[in-house]
């Protein structure tokens, strides 16, 4: 049987660092990339699709809680944060931004080694208790990417399922325009906003009772796109 090997993302500026984890963490099984800036890190997330991203704070372009928060509005993925502050309002601001740990520089690879393990732990037992999200009328699969509307399948394009996607792993947290553009589309700017609003038309439209004055999908005037949370069970 092969087991898959858990994709480890390191988000760091320093060539040091990143080869001293490179040469650590490899040997234990865990493919590893590299990006050594934040905007670098963010294409990284879109293109390796990594399981774990161990992400450095000091990073030259944009810094790494900037990164942690513009990933947060559309992904899950545990975050370790490499960090030589040692306060503890900087590790509560951490974690509040949605970090799932955090190691102080310097650090042995034993200890990374013990964090890495405890986050993937975590990780797999979220996704196990939660593959499916569901609201009143709405069931998706994330597994098998498929979608029912009041018990019917409803057939999605992948950018429409992405688009949807990122939205339920929002957490009905607003996602903005250039989050999404960014994810679905990898690129920044203004060029595929217009494609961005006609998607949203297309599902609106395969997903609303009336796509004129919808309640699932909710825009936030001048921010983004919102998926309005009505999980049974809530």
């Known amino acids: 049987m092969i087991t898959k090997k858990l994709k480890i993302l390191v988000i760091d500026d320093e060539p040091a660092v990143r080869r001293f984890l490179?040469?650590?963490?490899?040997?234990?099984?865990?493919?590893?990339?590299?990006a050594d800036s934040g905007r670098g890190g963010i294409e990284k997330i879109n293109t390796f699709k990594p399981d774990l991203i161990i992400l450095d704070l000091g990073l030259p372009d944009i810094g790494g809680l900037e990164v942690l928060k513009i990933m947060r509005?559309?992904?899950?993925?545990?975050?370790?944060?490499?960090?030589?502050?040692?306060?503890?309002?900087?590790?509560?601001?951490?974690?509040?931004?949605?970090?799932?740990?955090?190691?102080?520089?310097?650090?042995?690879?034993?200890?990374?080694?013990?964090?890495?393990?405890?986050?993937?732990?975590?990780?797999?037992?979220?996704?196990?208790?939660?593959p499916i999200f569901k609201s009143e009328r709405l069931e998706i699969d994330m597994v098998s990417k498929s979608v029912k509307l009041d018990g019917h399948m409803i057939h999605l394009t992948s950018t429409e399922f992405d688009l949807l996607r990122i939205l339920v792993l929002a957490s009905g947290r607003v996602v903005s325009v250039q989050n999404l553009v960014s994810e679905v589309w990898n690129v920044e700017g203004d060029a595929q906003v217009h494609y961005l609003r006609?998607?949203?038309?297309?599902?609106?439209?395969?997903?609303?009772?009336?796509?004129?004055?919808?309640?699932?999908?909710?825009?936030e005037a001048g921010v983004g796109y919102r998926l309005k949370l009505d999980r049974e069970g809530d």
């Open 73 to 130: 509005s559309w992904s899950k993925i545990p975050v370790i944060i490499l960090t030589v502050r040692d306060s503890d309002a900087d590790k509560v601001a951490l974690l509040e931004a949605g970090a799932d740990d955090y190691l102080t520089k310097p650090f042995s690879m034993a200890e990374l080694s013990a964090r890495v393990k405890v986050a993937q732990r975590h990780a797999r037992a979220a996704h196990e208790a939660n």
């Open 22 to 34: 490179n040469f650590g963490l490899e040997p234990q099984g865990y493919l590893v990339e590299e």
């Open 198 to 219: 006609v998607y949203m038309g297309h599902l609106r439209k395969k997903l609303e009772v009336d796509p004129s004055n919808p309640t699932l999908i909710l825009t």
